[in-house]
């Protein structure tokens, strides 16, 4: 990795994150990624979060589902905390830098970088050669997000970290091939105790929308009763809660559950153990239960609200869009201007 030329002049802080509306939302994605994004709201730094429907169509969606699981994130995010006021809210497909930096990256990344990616052998599967092409790029158009705002930092879980670091190579590739200081290294930020939030059924396993056990994760549309019986169901050993992180060793569901409990009170995983050192699972999973309740419930409730009002969503993601197209339009311009692109139509 070349090492960055960059002056913080040169590159103001401006945080941007996407989310898939590829199904319905699951705890990871809450504490992962839309909890940390309004926190970076509330710091005051300028925030950009999008709902990355050009991302989802990457693999079959159902154009119908597709709008209505677009809402649905959109309102995951007003829910979770993100104010269109104040950060900018809208779905990819409505700004055209995405898809046309997205074309220029392709010219810059090498195929063998889009192959090395885990995402895409994970959801390429045994048959690759029969998935989309536009799968294979995906990873370049996340880079184009990024970067067609410059954005410096980008809050993500880790199964993301490796797309970053090749949107850093995207960007020190872009800038060393056409000897310019343009792009930034963008940085990731992957921070706190639930970048990777695991499966109910299995501590060793991502929770995922897409895993076909529903039992393994808790969707942000799941009701009180739901949850609980998720929990009270979710797997783990037999041994009491240790007083010390180093005591979760070699145990991964029971490390998993005390996370959770420490990301959605905002705490600290050494914390959550002092309090419930020696603990049995029968005392601690309805704590963590009654917390997720109190925590999710809102949420999900400003949510069913939201989802009455599809024009009012969709009204927000157009003024959304149009906000980051005034960012966006000018820095794609600058693109086309360095990679030798004629210019001259009148608007
Ligand atoms: P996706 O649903 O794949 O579009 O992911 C949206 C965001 O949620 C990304 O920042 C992911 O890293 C994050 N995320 C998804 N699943 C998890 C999980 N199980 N734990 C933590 N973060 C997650
Ligand atoms: N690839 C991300 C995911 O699956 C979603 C995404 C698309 C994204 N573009 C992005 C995340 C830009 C951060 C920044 O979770």
Known sequence: MAEPVQTPQAFPT???SGIQPSGSLTLGNYLGALKRFAQKQDEGIETLYCVVDLHAITVWQDPEKLRQQTREVAA???ASGIDPKRSILYNQSQVRAHAELAWIFNCVARIGWMYRMTQFKDKAGANSENSSLGLLAYPSLMAADILAFKATHVPVGEDQKQHIELTRDIAAKFNHD?????????EPLIEG?????MSLRDGTKKMSKSDPSDQSRINLTDDADTIAKKIRKAKTDAEPLPDNVE???GRPDARSLVNIYAALSDRTT??????FAGAQFGTFKPALADLA???LGPITAEMNRLMQEPDEIDAILGRGAE???AISSPILNDVYDIVGMIRSRQV
């Open 270 to 275: 050494a914390d959550v153990l002092t309090e």
């Open 193 to 197: 105790p639930a970048t990777k939030v």
């Open 293 to 295: 309740v109190e925590k």
């Open 323 to 325: 906000r980051a197209e």
């Open 76 to 78: 995951a995010y007003i």
């Open 14 to 16: 401006r945080i941007f």
């Open 178 to 186: 056409y000897k310019v200081n343009f792009f930034p290294i963008t």
């Open 247 to 249: 005591g979760l060793e």
